[in-house]
């Protein structure tokens, strides 16, 4: 079974637990692959994998790859908005800190602040 590109971008969304629905683009590869048996449907909008799409796809080498990729990839994502979230809670502190000993306003005693970290983060 020869998948489209289209096709295994859905399986691979799919895959991470995504349900699918067959609007846009996504139409025509998403009534295919349930036509196949690689994607069930549930409902017009909700269509989630198959095992057998599941081993469509580690039949293919290329998108297992691209699976652990994206894998990696959201999983740094997730990681990096985690840390940004908790400098930027760092962050106010430290300006809300700033602006009671200067009497700056927020925007001002912000970007010093984060000049004062960007500086130090660099040493």
Do not use: C, Y
Not at 2 to 18: F, K, P, R
Not at 31 to 51: C, M, W
Not at 75 to 98: D, H, P, S, V, Y
């Amino acid at each position: 079974m020869t998948l489209s590109n289209d096709e295994l971008t859905v399986l691979m969304i799919a895959a991470q637990g995504e349900s699918m629905m067959p609007i846009g683009r996504w139409e025509k590869p998403v009534e295919s692959l349930v036509a196949q048996g690689l994607l069930k449907r549930h409902d017009k909008f909700n269509n989630v994998i198959t095992p057998e799409g599941e081993r469509a796809l580690a039949k293919d080498d290329d998108a297992r790859q691209l699976i652990e990729t994206n894998n990696a990839i959201v999983l740094a994502k997730q990681q990096m908005e985690q840390a940004i979230g908790k400098a930027a809670r760092e962050l106010k502190a430290a300006t809300e800190i700033a602006m009671r000993v200067t009497g700056e306003p927020f925007d001002v005693a912000v970007k010093n602040v984060a000049r004062l970290v960007a500086q130090r983060v660099t040493e």
